[in-house]
């Protein structure tokens, strides 16, 4: 699976946009951009993934750069309960399913 | 429909026990693998399993570990004779046949 770099933490104000980068150089043509969170001490979350195109869900938007090289996550309206840590992840999937490689992520805390 | 159940959700052993750690995957999922967190480090895959077969344990510990999904019942790590570096959360996840994975509330083992 494709390396990913992160930032460790970032800030955000209660009721704004909250915008997380990935950069993926690696990824391969068949790699898959997931995200998923952690709230702290609970099971992660999975949020969205992508291929190529943009995608959006209830939770957010995933947003992939044409070259595919890198991406961000969108959380239109950030709450306090989005603070979490955010892995960004690529991957493989085999018809027969594949491992999740989790990085450092990044710490997300949103403030009142 | 119920997510996915891992019990127990905590779990104290003394050092030399045998610890069972039980996963019953989302309704309709019939892929289950299990992921562990050491205290302040990330998440590391441990063993991917379908019904009755393992399918990667690259993850695993060469000796004390094991894992089955039988036809019927839940998923279950295994661990004997416990030792204290074994302390950690242990999070079970259960997909259809692709894409994303879906998390339980992990069980939090201690190793007195």
């Known amino acids: 699976d494709a390396k990913t770099t992160q930032p460790p933490s970032m800030d955000c104000a209660e009721g704004r946009a909250a915008n997380l980068p990935c950069n993926h150089s690696t990824i391969s043509g068949n790699e898959y951009v997931y995200w998923y969170r952690q709230i702290h001490s609970q099971g992660p979350q999975y949020i969205i993934h992508g291929l190529k195109n943009n995608e959006t869900n209830e939770m957010a938007s995933l947003i992939i750069t044409e070259d595919r090289k890198s991406s961000t996550l969108i959380l239109p309206h950030a709450t306090l309960r989005d603070t979490a840590v955010y892995y960004c992840?690529?991957?493989?999937?085999?018809?027969?399913?594949?491992?999740?490689?989790f990085g450092e992520g990044t710490q997300l805390t949103v403030n009142p | 429909n119920a997510g996915v159940m891992q019990n127990p959700r905590h779990l104290v052993r003394r050092r030399g026990q045998e610890a069972r750690l039980r996963c019953s995957p989302m309704?309709?999922?019939?892929?289950v693998y299990w992921y562990r967190q050491l205290p302040e480090e990330g998440l590391k895959f441990m063993v991917y399993?379908?019904?009755?077969?393992?399918?990667?344990e690259s993850g695993m510990p060469k000796e004390r570990f094991s894992a089955e999904f039988p036809k019927e019942g839940p998923s279950i790590l295994r661990i004997q004779q416990v030792v204290r570096g074994d302390s950690a959360a242990y999070f079970c996840?259960?997909?259809?046949?692709?894409?994303?994975?879906?998390f339980g509330p992990g069980t939090r083992l201690t190793v007195t």
């Open positions: 996840a259960s997909s259809p046949v692709r894409y994303e994975q879906y």
């Open positions: 309704k309709g999922h019939s892929h």
């Open positions: 399993l379908q019904k009755e077969n393992i399918i990667d």
């Open positions: 992840i690529v991957r493989v999937v085999e018809t027969s399913g594949s491992r999740l490689t």
